[in-house]
């Protein structure tokens, strides 16, 4: 049974980075395309950021430049690199096995000083 961890989130002050991790299990990691998306209070879930099982990358405009996703086949694990964060980056963060609908539980990130 696929089941996805996240880890890494918490408070931190604008101008601020974290990274967030994701750790996969049940699953041929190497073989599946990985995204993040977040959950902002009263909005909806967007996608921030996405890796191809080969490594190619794309990113929502509003992360771009800020965020870089990787992926470490090895430790059937995903990252999320946040740099430069906002207020407006304040959201519930979850991994996604990208096209499926496996989801981790979710990991807060609050951006605030």
């Known amino acids: 049974q696929a089941q996805l961890v996240e880890s890494g989130g918490g408070l931190v002050q604008p101008g601020g980075s974290l990274r967030l991790s994701c750790a996969a299990s049940?699953?041929?990691?190497?073989?599946?395309?990985m995204d993040w998306h977040r959950q902002a209070p009263g909005k909806q879930r967007e996608l921030v950021a996405y890796?191809?099982?080969?490594?190619?990358?794309n990113y929502s405009d509003s992360v771009k430049g800020r965020f870089t996703i990787s992926r470490d086949n090895a430790k059937n694990t995903v990252y999320l690199q946040m740099n430069s964060l906002k207020p407006d980056d304040t959201a519930v963060y979850y991994c996604?096995?990208?096209?499926?609908?496996?989801w981790g539980q979710g990991t807060q990130v609050f951006v605030s000083s």
């Open positions: 996604h096995i990208a096209g499926s609908g496996i």
């Open positions: 049940g699953i041929i990691f190497r073989l599946y395309a």
């Open positions: 890796i191809s099982s080969s490594g190619n990358t």
